[in-house]
């Protein structure tokens, strides 16, 4: 069974867990495409790199988007770094 972690943060994922390419704190992950915004490769935002470090930290992590998400490798990534499966 799944631990309660009595808590929920939701982040839209344009521009908040990834960022423009460019910004300061942010890092580009090499090979992962992302449609948004004209499209380019995807491009993690400070709080993209370090969720886990935040008040968020000891709560369940969601996104939402008004898009499509961005790439399957996209959506992986997401989903690795907010603590979901496969």
């Given at each position: 069974?799944?631990?309660?972690?009595?808590?929920?943060?939701?982040?839209?994922?344009?521009?908040?867990?990834?960022?423009?390419?460019?910004?300061?704190?942010?890092?580009?992950?090499?090979?992962?495409?992302?449609d948004a915004y004209g499209g380019g490769p995807m491009t993690l935002s400070a709080l993209g790199q370090g969720i886990g470090q935040t008040?968020?930290?000891?709560?369940?992590?969601?996104?939402?988007?008004?898009?499509?998400?961005?790439?399957?490798?996209?959506?992986?990534?997401?989903?690795?770094?907010?603590?979901?499966?496969?």
């Open positions: 069974a799944a631990e309660s972690k009595g808590c929920l943060c939701l982040f839209d994922i344009d521009r908040v867990l990834t960022a423009k390419p460019g910004c300061p704190g942010s890092r580009v992950v090499a090979g992962v495409h992302d008040a968020c930290g000891r709560c369940a992590l969601g996104a939402v988007s008004a898009g499509s998400g961005g790439s399957g490798a996209m959506r992986s990534m997401l989903r690795g770094m907010l603590g979901g499966g496969p």
